[in-house]
Protein backbone atom coordinates (compact mmCIF):
# COMPACT_ATOMS: atom_id res chain seq x y z
CA UNK A 1 0.00 0.00 0.00
CA UNK A 2 1.23 3.28 -0.57
CA UNK A 3 2.83 5.14 2.53
CA UNK A 4 0.41 8.49 1.40
CA UNK A 5 -2.82 8.71 0.69
CA UNK A 6 -4.92 8.60 -2.36
CA UNK A 7 -7.02 11.86 -2.66
CA UNK A 8 -10.65 11.89 -4.14
CA UNK A 9 -12.18 14.72 -5.55
CA UNK A 10 -15.71 15.01 -5.26
CA UNK A 11 -16.44 11.54 -2.83
CA UNK A 12 -19.17 11.93 -1.90
CA UNK A 13 -20.78 11.72 -5.52
CA UNK A 14 -22.14 8.76 -7.36
CA UNK A 15 -18.09 8.21 -9.10
CA UNK A 16 -16.28 9.49 -6.02
CA UNK A 17 -18.14 7.35 -3.69
CA UNK A 18 -17.88 4.41 -5.82
CA UNK A 19 -13.94 5.16 -5.84
CA UNK A 20 -13.14 5.56 -2.67
CA UNK A 21 -15.35 2.31 -1.29
CA UNK A 22 -12.72 0.45 -3.49
CA UNK A 23 -9.68 2.48 -2.27
CA UNK A 24 -11.27 1.48 1.52
CA UNK A 25 -12.42 -1.68 0.35
CA UNK A 26 -8.49 -2.70 -0.55
CA UNK A 27 -7.07 -1.12 2.60
CA UNK A 28 -5.48 1.97 0.91
CA UNK A 29 -5.20 5.18 2.67
CA UNK A 30 -8.17 7.45 1.64
CA UNK A 31 -8.22 11.75 1.77
CA UNK A 32 -11.89 12.71 0.71
CA UNK A 33 -12.42 16.06 -0.24
CA UNK A 34 -16.05 16.76 0.17
CA UNK A 35 -17.91 20.29 0.40
CA UNK A 36 -19.96 19.33 3.02
CA UNK A 37 -17.80 17.65 6.08
CA UNK A 38 -21.28 17.26 7.78
CA UNK A 39 -23.12 15.60 4.97
CA UNK A 40 -24.51 12.03 5.76
CA UNK A 41 -22.07 10.69 2.81
CA UNK A 42 -18.89 12.41 4.08
CA UNK A 43 -19.57 11.50 7.66
CA UNK A 44 -19.97 7.54 6.21
CA UNK A 45 -16.26 8.12 4.75
CA UNK A 46 -14.78 9.89 7.73
CA UNK A 47 -16.28 6.32 9.83
CA UNK A 48 -14.57 3.93 7.48
CA UNK A 49 -11.18 5.39 7.87
CA UNK A 50 -10.98 8.32 5.27
CA UNK A 51 -9.15 11.54 6.21
CA UNK A 52 -12.21 14.15 4.68
CA UNK A 53 -10.70 17.14 4.00
CA UNK A 54 -13.23 20.42 2.64
CA UNK A 55 -12.87 22.11 -0.07
CA UNK A 56 -14.42 22.69 -3.81
CA UNK A 57 -13.70 21.72 -7.82
CA UNK A 58 -13.64 25.29 -8.26
CA UNK A 59 -11.19 26.56 -5.66
CA UNK A 60 -7.45 26.15 -6.61
CA UNK A 61 -6.37 26.90 -2.77
CA UNK A 62 -8.64 23.86 -1.41
CA UNK A 63 -7.25 21.52 -4.27
CA UNK A 64 -3.69 22.65 -3.57
CA UNK A 65 -3.99 22.03 -0.13
CA UNK A 66 -6.05 18.85 -0.57
CA UNK A 67 -3.18 17.23 -2.78
CA UNK A 68 -0.28 17.99 -1.13
CA UNK A 69 1.93 15.02 -0.28
CA UNK A 70 -0.58 12.46 -2.09
CA UNK A 71 0.02 9.22 -3.74
CA UNK A 72 -2.48 10.01 -6.50
CA UNK A 73 -5.58 12.06 -7.68
CA UNK A 74 -8.85 10.72 -8.88
CA UNK A 75 -10.25 14.16 -10.32
CA UNK A 76 -13.59 14.24 -12.35
CA UNK A 77 -15.87 17.59 -13.47
CA UNK A 78 -19.33 18.08 -14.12
CA UNK A 79 -21.26 20.52 -16.37
CA UNK A 80 -24.93 19.59 -14.63
CA UNK A 81 -24.51 22.18 -12.10
CA UNK A 82 -22.99 25.39 -13.97
CA UNK A 83 -22.51 24.41 -18.03
CA UNK A 84 -19.88 23.16 -19.90
CA UNK A 85 -17.91 26.52 -19.32
CA UNK A 86 -17.72 25.87 -15.58
CA UNK A 87 -16.73 22.38 -16.08
CA UNK A 88 -13.92 23.62 -18.42
CA UNK A 89 -13.23 26.15 -15.56
CA UNK A 90 -13.03 23.05 -13.08
CA UNK A 91 -10.68 21.02 -15.37
CA UNK A 92 -8.16 23.72 -15.33
CA UNK A 93 -8.20 24.52 -11.69
CA UNK A 94 -8.14 20.92 -10.93
CA UNK A 95 -4.60 20.73 -13.20
CA UNK A 96 -3.31 23.81 -12.03
CA UNK A 97 -3.79 22.68 -8.79
CA UNK A 98 -2.15 19.51 -9.27
CA UNK A 99 1.01 21.24 -10.95
CA UNK A 100 0.88 23.62 -8.16
CA UNK A 101 1.08 20.28 -5.49
CA UNK A 102 3.59 18.43 -7.75
CA UNK A 103 1.08 15.40 -7.54
CA UNK A 104 2.53 12.60 -8.96
CA UNK A 105 -0.58 10.91 -11.02
CA UNK A 106 -3.44 12.06 -11.65
CA UNK A 107 -6.29 9.97 -13.05
CA UNK A 108 -9.20 11.66 -14.41
CA UNK A 109 -12.80 10.57 -15.36
CA UNK A 110 -14.05 12.00 -18.80
CA UNK A 111 -16.46 9.79 -20.75
CA UNK A 112 -16.31 7.16 -23.74
CA UNK A 113 -16.73 9.02 -27.20
CA UNK A 114 -14.67 12.50 -25.70
CA UNK A 115 -12.21 11.79 -28.74
CA UNK A 116 -14.51 11.21 -31.73
CA UNK A 117 -15.94 14.15 -33.49
CA UNK A 118 -19.30 13.60 -30.86
CA UNK A 119 -20.59 16.82 -31.09
CA UNK A 120 -22.03 15.88 -27.48
CA UNK A 121 -21.53 19.30 -25.96
CA UNK A 122 -20.35 17.57 -22.01
CA UNK A 123 -18.39 15.22 -24.35
CA UNK A 124 -16.69 17.87 -26.15
CA UNK A 125 -15.72 19.84 -22.91
CA UNK A 126 -14.28 16.83 -21.12
CA UNK A 127 -11.90 16.46 -24.56
CA UNK A 128 -11.08 20.41 -24.25
CA UNK A 129 -9.50 19.28 -20.43
CA UNK A 130 -8.07 16.14 -22.03
CA UNK A 131 -6.37 18.17 -24.12
CA UNK A 132 -4.83 20.22 -21.35
CA UNK A 133 -4.11 17.41 -19.34
CA UNK A 134 -1.88 15.97 -22.26
CA UNK A 135 -0.03 19.74 -23.08
CA UNK A 136 0.41 19.48 -19.11
CA UNK A 137 3.60 18.04 -17.05
CA UNK A 138 1.19 15.87 -14.83
CA UNK A 139 1.42 12.37 -15.48
CA UNK A 140 -2.17 11.21 -15.67
CA UNK A 141 -4.43 8.39 -16.93
CA UNK A 142 -7.79 9.11 -18.47
CA UNK A 143 -10.57 6.84 -17.81
CA UNK A 144 -13.88 7.28 -20.73
CA UNK A 145 -16.79 5.72 -18.61
CA UNK A 146 -19.54 4.82 -20.68
CA UNK A 147 -23.44 5.45 -20.28
CA UNK A 148 -24.19 4.28 -15.91
CA UNK A 149 -26.58 1.89 -14.83
CA UNK A 150 -27.18 3.79 -12.25
CA UNK A 151 -29.00 6.75 -15.13
CA UNK A 152 -31.82 4.09 -15.27
CA UNK A 153 -32.51 4.84 -11.49
CA UNK A 154 -34.13 8.61 -12.91
CA UNK A 155 -37.06 6.74 -14.29
CA UNK A 156 -37.17 4.11 -11.35
CA UNK A 157 -40.80 4.90 -10.51
CA UNK A 158 -41.96 4.47 -13.95
CA UNK A 159 -40.32 1.40 -13.92
CA UNK A 160 -41.74 0.07 -10.99
CA UNK A 161 -45.01 1.51 -10.70
CA UNK A 162 -45.93 1.49 -14.78
CA UNK A 163 -43.78 -1.22 -15.98
CA UNK A 164 -42.38 0.71 -18.60
CA UNK A 165 -38.50 1.59 -19.25
CA UNK A 166 -37.98 4.84 -21.56
CA UNK A 167 -34.87 5.07 -23.65
CA UNK A 168 -34.75 7.22 -26.80
CA UNK A 169 -33.30 3.72 -28.69
CA UNK A 170 -34.67 1.13 -30.94
CA UNK A 171 -35.31 -2.07 -28.75
CA UNK A 172 -32.36 -3.88 -30.65
CA UNK A 173 -29.73 -1.24 -30.21
CA UNK A 174 -27.00 -2.37 -27.96
CA UNK A 175 -26.20 0.29 -25.50
CA UNK A 176 -22.60 0.05 -23.98
CA UNK A 177 -22.98 0.79 -19.82
CA UNK A 178 -20.85 0.82 -16.73
CA UNK A 179 -21.59 -0.01 -13.55
CA UNK A 180 -20.36 2.50 -11.01
CA UNK A 181 -18.56 -0.32 -8.30
CA UNK A 182 -16.87 -1.39 -11.89
CA UNK A 183 -15.55 1.96 -12.11
CA UNK A 184 -14.47 2.26 -8.69
CA UNK A 185 -12.99 -1.32 -8.83
CA UNK A 186 -10.98 0.17 -12.39
CA UNK A 187 -10.13 3.50 -10.95
CA UNK A 188 -8.27 1.81 -7.65
CA UNK A 189 -6.43 -0.27 -9.88
CA UNK A 190 -5.17 2.27 -11.82
CA UNK A 191 -4.50 4.52 -8.50
CA UNK A 192 -2.63 1.64 -6.81
CA UNK A 193 -0.32 0.68 -10.23
CA UNK A 194 -0.19 4.10 -11.61
CA UNK A 195 3.13 3.08 -13.82
CA UNK A 196 1.26 0.23 -15.34
CA UNK A 197 -1.21 3.07 -17.02
CA UNK A 198 0.79 6.56 -17.12
CA UNK A 199 -0.11 8.53 -20.17
CA UNK A 200 -2.96 5.85 -20.91
CA UNK A 201 -6.54 6.59 -22.63
CA UNK A 202 -9.06 3.52 -21.55
CA UNK A 203 -12.50 3.18 -22.09
CA UNK A 204 -14.93 1.31 -19.86
CA UNK A 205 -18.04 -0.81 -19.88
CA UNK A 206 -19.15 -3.59 -18.14
CA UNK A 207 -22.00 -4.80 -20.84
CA UNK A 208 -23.85 -3.98 -23.63
CA UNK A 209 -27.38 -4.53 -23.04
CA UNK A 210 -29.80 -3.66 -25.78
CA UNK A 211 -33.11 -1.90 -24.61
CA UNK A 212 -35.34 -4.78 -24.77
CA UNK A 213 -32.37 -7.15 -22.95
CA UNK A 214 -32.62 -4.56 -19.94
CA UNK A 215 -36.84 -4.86 -20.17
CA UNK A 216 -36.69 -7.85 -19.69
CA UNK A 217 -33.50 -8.58 -16.83
CA UNK A 218 -35.70 -5.77 -14.85
CA UNK A 219 -38.95 -7.98 -15.38
CA UNK A 220 -36.77 -10.60 -14.10
CA UNK A 221 -35.70 -8.79 -10.61
CA UNK A 222 -39.48 -7.04 -9.89
CA UNK A 223 -41.09 -10.37 -11.01
CA UNK A 224 -43.44 -8.50 -12.75
CA UNK A 225 -43.40 -7.21 -16.57
CA UNK A 226 -41.55 -4.18 -17.79
CA UNK A 227 -41.41 -3.57 -21.75
CA UNK A 228 -39.49 -0.79 -23.58
CA UNK A 229 -40.81 2.09 -24.82
CA UNK A 230 -38.83 4.26 -27.49
CA UNK A 231 -39.02 7.56 -26.77
CA UNK A 232 -39.11 9.70 -29.89
CA UNK A 233 -36.05 11.86 -30.50
CA UNK A 234 -37.60 14.94 -30.53
CA UNK A 235 -39.47 14.73 -27.01
CA UNK A 236 -35.42 15.23 -25.72
CA UNK A 237 -35.86 18.72 -25.22
CA UNK A 238 -32.34 19.15 -23.45
CA UNK A 239 -29.70 20.19 -26.37
CA UNK A 240 -27.00 17.96 -24.68
CA UNK A 241 -28.92 14.95 -23.79
CA UNK A 242 -30.94 15.26 -27.11
CA UNK A 243 -26.77 15.73 -28.45
CA UNK A 244 -25.94 12.55 -26.48
CA UNK A 245 -29.17 10.03 -27.46
CA UNK A 246 -28.37 11.06 -31.35
CA UNK A 247 -24.82 9.78 -30.99
CA UNK A 248 -25.49 7.24 -29.29
CA UNK A 249 -28.27 6.08 -31.90
CA UNK A 250 -25.92 6.79 -34.02
CA UNK A 251 -21.97 5.77 -33.63
CA UNK A 252 -22.44 5.10 -30.41
CA UNK A 253 -19.44 4.07 -27.76
CA UNK A 254 -16.75 1.76 -29.46
CA UNK A 255 -15.51 -0.04 -26.59
CA UNK A 256 -13.63 -3.24 -27.36
CA UNK A 257 -15.58 -4.95 -24.36
CA UNK A 258 -14.07 -8.56 -25.05
CA UNK A 259 -10.99 -7.53 -24.97
CA UNK A 260 -11.81 -4.36 -21.62
CA UNK A 261 -12.56 -7.41 -19.60
CA UNK A 262 -9.84 -10.34 -20.68
CA UNK A 263 -7.42 -7.89 -19.92
CA UNK A 264 -8.51 -6.30 -16.84
CA UNK A 265 -9.99 -10.02 -15.21
CA UNK A 266 -8.98 -8.10 -11.80
CA UNK A 267 -12.40 -6.06 -12.27
CA UNK A 268 -15.75 -7.43 -11.67
CA UNK A 269 -17.39 -6.22 -14.82
CA UNK A 270 -21.00 -6.66 -13.31
CA UNK A 271 -23.55 -7.74 -16.14
CA UNK A 272 -26.73 -5.20 -16.24
CA UNK A 273 -28.83 -9.04 -14.94
CA UNK A 274 -26.31 -8.59 -11.64
CA UNK A 275 -27.01 -4.75 -11.28
CA UNK A 276 -31.25 -5.21 -12.09
CA UNK A 277 -31.32 -7.95 -9.70
CA UNK A 278 -29.21 -5.70 -6.59
CA UNK A 279 -30.94 -2.68 -7.63
CA UNK A 280 -34.86 -3.80 -8.60
CA UNK A 281 -34.75 -7.05 -6.71
CA UNK A 282 -37.49 -8.20 -4.07
CA UNK A 283 -34.55 -8.09 -1.70
CA UNK A 284 -32.69 -4.70 -2.76
CA UNK A 285 -33.17 -1.63 -0.28
Partial sequence: MPEHPILVLAATGGQGRAVSTALLERGAPLRALVRNPASSGARALAAAGADVVTGSLDSRDSLVAAMRDVTAVFAMTTPFEGGIDEEIAQGRTIAAAAEEADVPHLVFSSVAGADTDSGV????????????????????????????????????????????LDLPLPPDRPLQQLDRRDLGAFAALVLLSPERFADRRIELAS???????????????????????????????????????????GPGYQVDVARLHADFPEVPWTPFTDWAADTFGTTAS
Fill in 121 to 164: PHFQSKAVIEAELAAGSVPHTVLGPTYFYDNALGGADRIRTDGV
Fill in 207 to 249: DAPTPAAMAAALTDALGSPVRHEQTPLDAVDNPDMHAMWQFLG
